[in-house]
Structure formats: structure tokens, C-alpha cells
């Protein structure tokens, strides 16, 4: 063996062990690939091998024909932006005109309500929701606390929440009684135990359309988890009590801005919003405009107290320029030209719920086929997801990729990417899930 070849040996023996020297604890965490990729990348094997494969794997709008869906009207704005929008920084806080928008796209027609009864709102652009959670995990929390999720929940919630140095706490997704969207006695019993030990409490609460089951909350049970938040926080006025949503896909929704317009019933009917309880809304911009690679996003934060909005404003601005400095002017820019337009929001909107359309065929088809052949989904209605628990999700998986179907494990159950599934080849799904239950 020459010098050469014994060195290059060495090396490989010696590489892992000597990152050690380089990279820090928690990067030394970071192993394998993101399940969600590794199962695209499956199927695209399976595709290059000459197979009839159906991709169920990711969470982006494909069009029955397995192209990306577009919204013709944003796509036609971002090709005729003047150059400067294109090149040009964005503000470190956003666009004001982009911010606006984010606070309206947030709560809808119920935000004249809101703020003429005393709510202050605020916004900071980032780059896609995902910045927007971080935004929220790196300023709400302490370092060393955790955050409260829904025991299935979307996977990169995890690293978000480790990133920044905080645990996890979990309540169950469903109600122990059939029909149950909501567990109210896991989060409350959560919520107050959490206050016992930590001076801030947040939760992310992935809703409506939730990633990965497609569970959308109804008004009641909004209303409930509203009422829980005020008490939790009146019964722990010491503790800081922040309810984020995770507003990702509600645009895609049957009530997109059913959040804000429980929120206005609820204060008109009595419920108290104590200083210590602030909410939020983290939004894509890129899912609900299709402009995924421009990662738009923001984070909205209402509170009845107007000094707290204003120091949130000035906290997530020196966040984002401390993280990834300005994001995207030409996304912001062009999605703002839209919406200031009547004629073409009324476009935009058209086009949106064409999409939504499709989404819903699918489900309806996919929840018949479920049914007919005994397969037992989780409750289901609305946006990209729907969602089979199951102890082995591994094995499912493997057993429907025998069929070419491609699905993605996570814990507690399988993931069916109907987003991404063209309509023809939903009865495909079903039938591979049934062969795999056997």
C-alpha cells in the first residue's frame, strides 16, 4: 500500500471520529437524512427504474398530471416585477404593505372586529411559516423549557425546538370519546403543569389542516382551547402564556379564518383576555401563493396591549437580522401587488380555490375508498395530509412500496401526501394500504 493509499485509509477510519474536533453537541445529534426526503428519493428511484410509482411523500400542490400546481396569477406578478423588486433588500421587518397583508391573510374579514375592540396586532416577514416557528421558539420560550405539541405533529417542529435549545411536551391528538377533534383535558392538564415549573408556556397548534392527519378543529372546540389558554393564564398570572397557530395550510381550508373569528365570538361573549396570554399566527405564504422555493412567511402576534406588540415588533426584527437578515422583497412585493388589486385578488382567489377543489375530490375519494375496504384513518378534512395510525408505521410503508406506493412513516402512524397523489390513483392508495393492513 503506498503512503498515498494509507493515508486516504486513515482518513476514513479517522473522519467521523474527528468531526468531534469541529462540530458542537447538538450538531453532533444531527444523523441520517429527513424521513420525508428519503421517501421522495424512493420514489424517484422507482421512477428512473421504469416503475409505475405513485408519490405520496411530499407536502407540496401537485396537479393530476404530477406537476407542480401553480397559481397562475402570482406566477404571472413575480415574471413582470420591475428589476428593483427582484434585486433589491427588503426591509429587515418586511415590506409594510407585505406586513399588512400578513395580519389580514392571518384573521380575515374578522379583523376590523378585532381591532376596534382593543386588539393590537403585529407582524415580522420570514422566510416561509418554518421561519416564522423559529422566530417564535428562539423569543417566546426560555432556554431549557419545552414547548407543548400534539403527540403527532409535523417532524422539523423537533429540530426547531431542539435548535434553540428547549424540550418537548406532548397531549394526546384525539379525545379518549369517538368524534373527539380536541383532547381539552390533556392540554389543560398540561398547561397547568407546565406553569408549575416554567415562567413562559407555548404551544404550536398546527390548525386548521393539520400536518400530518388533515384534523381541522370545529368552532366549539376552538372556542374550548381559547377558554382553557385565558383560565391557564388567569389561574398562573405569573407565567407568560403564548398560544401559537400554525396556520400553514389554512388557506386551503373549509374555515380559513376560523381561529380569528372564533377568537371575536368568544370576547364578545365574555371570555377575558388576561396581559399574560399573548397569540399568534404562523403563516406560508409559500404554500398558499405556491411560491415554496421564495420562502415567504410570517409571524402575526396579537395582544390588547399595545406596548407589548410594539416591543414584539422590535424584538423579531433584530431576530431576523441576527438570523438570516432580510428575506425574499420580490415575494412579498408581488404578493402585495396582488392583494391591492381587486381584480386580481378575485383572480388569485379563483385560482386558489380551484386548487382547494382538488384537494377536497381527493379526500372525499380517498375517505370512500377507505371505508369500502376497511381501512381505518384518522379523521380527516382539510389540506394536503391524511393519516393512518398504526404502532409499525415502518412496515406499512415497505409493504405498499412493494405496490410502488410511496407513503411516509412518522411516529404513531403513516403520512398519505393526498397533495401530491394525482385523483385517478387514489383508489391505488387505499387498496395498498388495505393489502398492507393484512
Request: hydrophobic fraction near 40%.
Amino acid at each position: 500500500m503506498s503512503q498515498f493509499q494509507e493515508q486516504e485509509a486513515f482518513t476514513a477510519t479517522m473522519a467521523e471520529d474527528s468531526s468531534d474536533a469541529f462540530l458542537n453537541h447538538f450538531a453532533m445529534t444531527k444523523k441520517g437524512n429527513d424521513t420525508i426526503f428519503e421517501c421522495w428519493a424512493r420514489y424517484q428511484q422507482a421512477v428512473e427504474d421504469g416503475h409505475d410509482a405513485v408519490n405520496g411523500t411530499i407536502g407540496a400542490l401537485l396537479d393530476d398530471a404530477g406537476n407542480l400546481a401553480i397559481n397562475k396569477v402570482v406566477d404571472k406578478q413575480i415574471r413582470e416585477s420591475p428589476p428593483i423588486e427582484i434585486a433589491a433588500y427588503a426591509p429587515l421587518k418586511g415590506l409594510p404593505t407585505f406586513l399588512d397583508l400578513a395580519v389580514t391573510l392571518s384573521l380575515g374579514d374578522a379583523r376590523d372586529e378585532l381591532e376596534s375592540i382593543g386588539v393590537n396586532t403585529t407582524a415580522t416577514a420570514s422566510p416561509g411559516g418554518s421561519g416564522a416557528l423559529y422566530l417564535a421558539a428562539a423569543n417566546f420560550s426560555e432556554r431549557g423549557d419545552s414547548i407543548l405539541l400534539r403527540d403527532r405533529h409535523w417532524g422539523p417542529y423537533d429540530g426547531f425546538i431542539a435548535g434553540c435549545g428547549m424540550g418537548i411536551e406532548t397531549y394526546p391528538l384525539l379525545g379518549d370519546q369517538k368524534g373527539e377533534n380536541l383532547n381539552l383535558l390533556g392540554l389543560t392538564e398540561k398547561l397547568n403543569t407546565m406553569a408549575k415549573h416554567q415562567s413562559k408556556v407555548m404551544t404550536w397548534l398546527n390548525d386548521p389542516a393539520h400536518n400530518p392527519t388533515g384534523l381541522s378543529l370545529s368552532d366549539k372546540e376552538r372556542i374550548a382551547v381559547l377558554q382553557a389558554f385565558s383560565d391557564a393564564a388567569m389561574e398562573n398570572e405569573n407565567v407568560g402564556f403564548t398560544l401559537l397557530i400554525d396556520a400553514a395550510y389554512h388557506l386551503y381550508a373549509k374555515e380559513p379564518h376560523g381561529w380569528a373569528e372564533s377568537l371575536t365570538d368568544a370576547l364578545h361573549d365574555g371570555m377575558l383576555w388576561p396581559d399574560n396570554l399573548l397569540i399568534c399566527f404562523a403563516i406560508s405564504v409559500s404554500k398558499s401563493h405556491t411560491i415554496y422555493g421564495l420562502r415567504a412567511g410570517a409571524l402575526v402576534s396579537l395582544h390588547p396591549n399595545q406596548s407589548v406588540v410594539d416591543r414584539i415588533t422590535t424584538v423579531m426584527g433584530v431576530t431576523g437580522r441576527q438570523t438570516w437578515s432580510a428575506t425574499s422583497r420580490l415575494a412579498q412585493y408581488a404578493v402585495s401587488e396582488i392583494h391591492q388589486d381587486e381584480q386580481k385578488g378575485a383572480a388569485w382567489s379563483d385560482e386558489c380555490n380551484n386548487l382547494t377543489k382538488i384537494l377536497e375530490t381527493r379526500r372525499n375519494l380517498f375517505i370512500e375508498h377507505c371505508e369500502n375496504l376497511g381501512v381505518p384513518i384518522n379523521p380527516t378534512h382539510d389540506g394536503f395530509f391524511a393519516w393512518l395510525e398504526t404502532a409499525n408505521p415502518r412496515k406499512i410503508v415497505d409493504k405498499c412500496a412493494q405496490s410502488h406506493v410511496y407513503l411516509v412513516p412518522l411516529n404513531g402512524g403513516v403520512r398519505i401526501g393526498l397533495c401530491a397523489i394525482p385523483t385517478s390513483d387514489i383508489p391505488r392508495v387505499a387498496q395498498a394500504l388495505a393489502e398492507s393492513l393484512k
